[in-house]
């Protein structure tokens, strides 16, 4: 086999390997953070119009990822943004800061989940919350700096 064929078939291989980091090959995001398993939306029972969206995250990039939870834009099929809050903790939590305290230290903002610093392969849970009743369509993606998330 000649040095040509050779490298083909180690790029070819090298190109099925990083296909295969995906998972089960599903679309779980468009760049370079993606959902680790499809995420779960929640309607609670006495709040019929709200919608809870939790679901984990990876990097898959070969870099850092930072990621903002006020910068997260939820987004329906014609790219309207639709009003939600996220938070990258399982659930909602509160700061030992008093909200008057500005700028709060970054481990803060990690610690209550209003950001995410994720090396390569790191991840972390994303809880995004909206409602139906402000006559919005339905959310079809979260969208972030470098990329989209897709919403079931």
Known sequence: MGRRALAALALAGALTGLAACGGDGASLGAGDIGWVEEPQVVVPETLPK????????????FREAKLVARELRLVDADGDEVESAATFNAGFGRSYYSPSREPLPEA?????????????????????????????????????????????
């Open 50 to 61: 709200d919608r809870i969206l939790t679901g984990t995250v990876r990097n898959d990039a």
């Open 108 to 152: 803060e903002l990690i610690r209550v989940g209003q950001e995410a610093v994720l090396q390569p392969g790191d991840t972390v849970p994303l809880t995004v919350s909206w409602s139906t009743d402000d006559g919005s369509d339905a959310p079809v993606a979260i969208e972030y700096e470098a990329g989209s998330l897709p919403v079931p």
